[in-house]
């Protein structure tokens, strides 16, 4: 890749940061603890390459560059580039060239093992209701906690859908997972003391939520979109 000439020469002492990229850039080398000149190295870069993205808030590196700058910086290029932030996802536009495909079942459930909060579609009283809830994979179930009346209990005895998604609206792409089950309630204490122990995090919510739900699933879905 020809990388622009930056506008400052070949000046590589770290000066401050100036732009949102630039100081993502700045406090991941920081975080690692490398230099610019270590970080431009492990990129395949020049040292004033990257003294420009990181001091001038106009610079504008194509996907190529942030791939490689993530890669560099051990991250993802939503991080850097700052999609990763409390924003709506999917605002982005489509990409040139997307590449639509369907995910086989094995990697489905790599992708669903890989997250920890999903969306859980229950239907109620008053209709469909989709939630977020923590969960984890267990023995390819996915499992939760929550409270007796909450939303998510509505699910106990009932076939349900849970979707994961991660959406990277730099490069538009990204790819959703979706498990259809019947979801049913663990009661059995040595099943329950298992799943406490390989549970990955307890509900953010925070209180009792001592009523364990496992769906199992029937259907196991996923597509990604590429570019």
């Known amino acids: 890749m020809n990388e622009p000439a930056p506008p400052n020469g070949p000046n590589t002492s ?18 690692l603890g490398l230099t610019r000149r270590e970080t431009a190295a492990r990129a395949g870069m020049a040292p004033s390459y990257l003294r420009h993205l990181e001091e001038h808030p106009s610079a504008a590196p194509d996907a190529s560059v942030l791939r490689r700058l993530a890669g560099a910086l051990e991250t993802t290029v939503t991080a850097l580039a700052g999609g990763d932030a409390d924003l ?7 990409g040139r060239h997307p590449r639509f495909t369907e995910l ?21 009283a008053s209709g469909p209701v989709v939630v977020p ?5 267990v023995d390819g179930a996915v499992v939760f906690r929550t409270a007796p009346g909450a939303t998510p209990s509505q699910a106990l005895d009932c076939q349900v859908a849970f979707e994961v998604d991660r959406v990277d609206d730099t490069l538009s792409q990204g ?27 307890s509900p953010w919510a925070g209180g009792e939520r001592d009523l364990w739900l496992r769906i199992d699933p029937v259907v196991l879905t996923g597509r990604r979109i590429a570019v």
């Not at 770290?14 to 975080?31: F, K, M, V």
């Not at 809830?133 to 994979?137: C, D, G, L, T």
């Open 175 to 201: 790819w959703s997972v979706l498990l259809r089950g019947r979801a049913r309630a663990v009661t059995d204490p040595d099943a329950v003391r298992l799943l406490e122990e390989h549970a990955y995090s």
């Open 88 to 94: 709506p996802p999917g605002q982005g536009r489509a």
């Open 14 to 31: 770290d000066g401050p940061p100036l732009g949102d990229l630039g100081r993502r850039l700045a406090q991941r080398r920081t975080d």
């Open 133 to 137: 809830v923590n969960y984890s994979v």
């Open 104 to 124: 086989g079942v094995r990697e489905c459930r790599a992708l669903l093992a890989s997250h920890g909060v999903g969306r859980l579609a229950v239907s109620t």
